[in-house]
T-cell receptor, first 111, second 112 residues
Framework: DGGITQSPKYLFRKEGQNVTLSCEQN?????MYWYRQDPGQGLRLIYY???????QKGDIAEGYSVSREKKESFPLTVTSAQKNPTAFYLC??????????FGPGTRLTVT | GEDVEQSLFLSVREGDSSVINCTYT??????LYWYKQEPGAGLQLLTY?????DMKQDQRLTVLLNKKDKHLSLRIADTQTGDSAIYFC????????????FGTGTSLTVIP
């Protein structure tokens, strides 16, 4: 089956710890995206990558970092510098027809 | 960021039609999308329309685009309880660069 996987579905961390969220796709898409979703708000773009070894900041990149060493993988690290990290994180990829597909999401809770 | 606007809530009776509205920001946006999100899940692409089209129909879904007013709507015919979800519109185009901009989402509740 082709698709996007995110793991884990739920993640709990203590304040001050870095945490890495996994995103893998086997759709052979070049472009991948990370979004953050908070209650009552739309999706806000954290980082995106158009191609391997390249990525761009989105609207709310502060406190986050990414890497794109392989086409299939686009992990997101939430650092201790992110002031309000508790949120639902969504990874997506885009095909050449500009259709964007989403993973199931990871709910991160930081206490 | 960009402001793509949607009403927050909509309630309809089962069997009626639902119309979800969206006002987007960039008249040059090339693609306009509708996504569905069920609780605790990712977004599912329902349909999209190119900016050179006025209407697109796909089974129970009809998308209408008014480029002059930058208004996009999604009509769901014969709404079912399984249609209860949050619906997001999104735009993508020259001014947005390689980014998608999403509305705040409309929570649709279908009353049996």
């Amino acid at each position: 089956d082709g698709g996007i996987t995110q793991s884990p579905k739920y993640l709990f961390r203590k304040e001050g710890q870095n945490v890495t969220l996994s995103c893998e796709q086997n759709l052979n898409h070049d472009a991948m995206y990370w979004y953050r979703q908070d209650p009552g708000q739309g999706l806000r773009l954290i980082y995106y990558s158009q191609i391997v070894n390249d990525f761009q900041k989105g609207d709310i990149a502060e406190g986050y970092s990414v890497s794109r060493e392989k086409k299939e993988s686009f992990p997101l690290t939430v650092t201790s510098a992110q002031k309000n990290p508790t949120a639902f994180y969504l990874c997506a990829s885009r095909d050449s027809s500009y259709e964007q597909y989403f993973g199931p999401g990871t709910r991160l809770t930081v206490t | 960021g960009e402001d793509v606007e949607q009403s927050l809530f909509l309630s309809v009776r089962e069997g009626d039609s639902s119309v979800i509205n969206c006002t987007y920001t960039d008249s040059s946006s090339t693609y306009l999308y509708w996504y569905k999100q069920e609780p605790g899940a990712g977004l599912q692409l329902l349909t999209y329309i190119f900016s050179n089209m006025d209407m697109k129909q796909d089974q129970r879904l009809t998308v209408l685009l008014n480029k002059k007013d930058k208004h996009l709507s999604l009509r769901i015919a014969d709404t079912q309880t399984g249609d209860s979800a949050i619906y997001f519109c999104a735009e993508y185009g020259a001014r947005t660069g390689n980014q998608f901009y999403f509305g705040t989402g409309t929570s649709l509740t279908v009353i049996p």
